[in-house]
Protein backbone atom coordinates (compact mmCIF):
# COMPACT_ATOMS: atom_id res chain seq x y z
CA UNK A 1 0.00 0.00 0.00
CA UNK A 2 1.03 3.57 -0.92
CA UNK A 3 -0.04 6.54 0.94
CA UNK A 4 0.60 10.30 1.12
CA UNK A 5 -0.27 11.89 4.68
CA UNK A 6 -0.85 15.47 4.78
CA UNK A 7 -0.78 17.57 8.28
CA UNK A 8 -4.08 19.47 7.79
CA UNK A 9 -5.53 22.45 9.84
CA UNK A 10 -8.92 20.94 7.75
CA UNK A 11 -9.41 19.30 4.30
CA UNK A 12 -12.76 18.43 2.68
CA UNK A 13 -14.05 15.84 0.06
CA UNK A 14 -16.68 16.55 -2.49
CA UNK A 15 -18.47 14.53 -4.83
CA UNK A 16 -21.12 15.93 -7.47
CA UNK A 17 -20.77 19.10 -5.43
CA UNK A 18 -21.81 17.27 -2.45
CA UNK A 19 -19.58 17.80 1.10
CA UNK A 20 -18.83 13.82 1.31
CA UNK A 21 -16.12 13.94 4.24
CA UNK A 22 -14.76 17.44 5.99
CA UNK A 23 -12.35 17.35 8.89
CA UNK A 24 -10.39 20.25 11.06
CA UNK A 25 -6.67 19.40 12.43
CA UNK A 26 -5.63 15.91 11.38
CA UNK A 27 -4.38 14.57 8.42
CA UNK A 28 -5.74 14.23 4.83
CA UNK A 29 -4.61 10.48 3.60
CA UNK A 30 -4.43 9.53 -0.13
CA UNK A 31 -4.13 6.06 -0.21
CA UNK A 32 -3.34 3.40 -2.74
CA UNK A 33 -3.52 -0.08 -2.93
CA UNK A 34 -1.81 -2.21 -5.08
CA UNK A 35 -2.18 -6.02 -6.04
CA UNK A 36 0.11 -7.62 -3.57
CA UNK A 37 -1.48 -5.87 -0.87
CA UNK A 38 -2.94 -7.79 2.39
CA UNK A 39 -4.73 -7.06 5.14
CA UNK A 40 -2.53 -7.19 7.36
CA UNK A 41 -0.49 -4.69 5.73
CA UNK A 42 -3.61 -2.47 5.79
CA UNK A 43 -3.89 -2.87 9.46
CA UNK A 44 -0.21 -2.36 9.94
CA UNK A 45 0.16 0.78 7.52
CA UNK A 46 -3.09 2.22 9.65
CA UNK A 47 -1.10 1.46 12.85
CA UNK A 48 1.74 3.52 11.87
CA UNK A 49 -0.18 6.79 10.19
CA UNK A 50 -2.07 6.73 13.56
CA UNK A 51 0.82 6.92 15.54
CA UNK A 52 2.95 9.39 13.12
CA UNK A 53 4.28 12.05 15.86
CA UNK A 54 4.08 15.37 13.19
CA UNK A 55 2.14 17.91 15.08
CA UNK A 56 4.54 20.08 17.19
CA UNK A 57 4.68 20.52 20.84
CA UNK A 58 5.10 23.55 23.00
CA UNK A 59 8.67 23.45 22.10
CA UNK A 60 8.14 23.51 18.30
CA UNK A 61 9.37 20.08 17.65
CA UNK A 62 7.13 17.11 15.72
CA UNK A 63 6.92 15.29 18.87
CA UNK A 64 2.61 14.65 18.68
CA UNK A 65 0.62 12.03 17.30
CA UNK A 66 -3.53 12.54 16.14
CA UNK A 67 -4.17 11.48 19.45
CA UNK A 68 -2.48 14.05 21.11
CA UNK A 69 -4.05 16.90 19.27
CA UNK A 70 -7.89 15.45 19.19
CA UNK A 71 -7.27 15.23 15.10
CA UNK A 72 -9.30 13.50 12.69
CA UNK A 73 -8.70 11.84 9.08
CA UNK A 74 -9.91 11.89 5.86
CA UNK A 75 -9.18 8.86 3.86
CA UNK A 76 -9.38 9.20 -0.22
CA UNK A 77 -8.97 6.37 -2.70
CA UNK A 78 -6.11 6.83 -4.85
CA UNK A 79 -4.74 4.34 -7.54
CA UNK A 80 -2.71 7.01 -9.48
CA UNK A 81 0.02 6.50 -6.32
CA UNK A 82 0.62 3.31 -8.70
CA UNK A 83 1.62 5.03 -11.77
CA UNK A 84 3.72 3.52 -14.18
CA UNK A 85 5.58 7.30 -15.10
CA UNK A 86 8.17 5.67 -17.41
CA UNK A 87 6.53 7.45 -20.37
CA UNK A 88 4.62 10.77 -20.56
CA UNK A 89 1.31 8.76 -20.33
CA UNK A 90 1.10 7.10 -16.91
CA UNK A 91 -0.03 3.76 -16.97
CA UNK A 92 -2.15 2.54 -14.12
CA UNK A 93 -1.93 -1.12 -14.63
CA UNK A 94 -0.23 -1.25 -11.41
CA UNK A 95 -2.99 -0.38 -9.15
CA UNK A 96 -4.92 -2.85 -7.39
CA UNK A 97 -8.43 -3.70 -9.12
CA UNK A 98 -11.53 -2.69 -7.04
CA UNK A 99 -12.08 -6.58 -5.45
CA UNK A 100 -9.15 -6.06 -3.46
CA UNK A 101 -8.63 -2.85 -3.51
CA UNK A 102 -12.56 -1.59 -1.84
CA UNK A 103 -11.96 -4.08 1.48
CA UNK A 104 -8.12 -3.25 2.00
CA UNK A 105 -9.23 0.27 1.57
CA UNK A 106 -12.56 -0.31 4.26
CA UNK A 107 -10.07 -2.43 6.29
CA UNK A 108 -7.83 0.74 6.99
CA UNK A 109 -10.32 2.83 7.38
CA UNK A 110 -11.70 0.51 10.47
CA UNK A 111 -8.67 0.23 11.63
CA UNK A 112 -8.35 3.53 12.38
CA UNK A 113 -11.93 3.51 13.81
CA UNK A 114 -10.30 1.01 15.76
CA UNK A 115 -7.78 3.57 17.63
CA UNK A 116 -10.99 5.58 18.37
CA UNK A 117 -10.05 7.94 15.30
CA UNK A 118 -13.22 10.37 13.35
CA UNK A 119 -12.68 9.01 10.03
CA UNK A 120 -13.89 11.20 7.44
CA UNK A 121 -13.71 9.78 3.28
CA UNK A 122 -14.56 10.36 0.00
CA UNK A 123 -15.92 7.03 -2.33
CA UNK A 124 -13.97 5.19 -4.13
CA UNK A 125 -13.44 5.14 -7.99
CA UNK A 126 -15.43 8.35 -7.62
CA UNK A 127 -14.61 11.61 -9.23
CA UNK A 128 -13.90 13.85 -6.27
CA UNK A 129 -12.45 17.06 -5.76
CA UNK A 130 -10.41 17.16 -2.54
CA UNK A 131 -9.42 20.57 -0.62
CA UNK A 132 -7.22 21.08 1.96
CA UNK A 133 -5.53 23.89 4.48
CA UNK A 134 -1.95 22.45 4.79
CA UNK A 135 0.12 23.17 8.11
CA UNK A 136 3.72 23.46 7.40
CA UNK A 137 3.10 22.42 5.07
CA UNK A 138 4.17 18.47 6.20
CA UNK A 139 3.81 16.07 3.96
CA UNK A 140 5.27 12.34 4.76
CA UNK A 141 4.97 9.04 2.02
CA UNK A 142 4.41 5.47 3.02
CA UNK A 143 4.82 2.57 1.09
CA UNK A 144 4.52 -0.85 2.53
CA UNK A 145 6.71 -2.68 0.16
CA UNK A 146 9.58 -0.33 1.57
Not at 4 to 22: F, L, P, Q
Not at 57 to 79: A, H, P, T, Y
Amino acid sequence: MRAVVTRVKSASVEIGGKVNGRIGQGYLVLLGVGPNDTEDASVKLADKICNLRIFEDENEKMNLNLERVGGSILVVSQFTLYADTSSRRPGFSGAAKPDLAIPLYEKFMARCRERGFDVQHGEFGADMQVFSQNDGPVTILFDTER
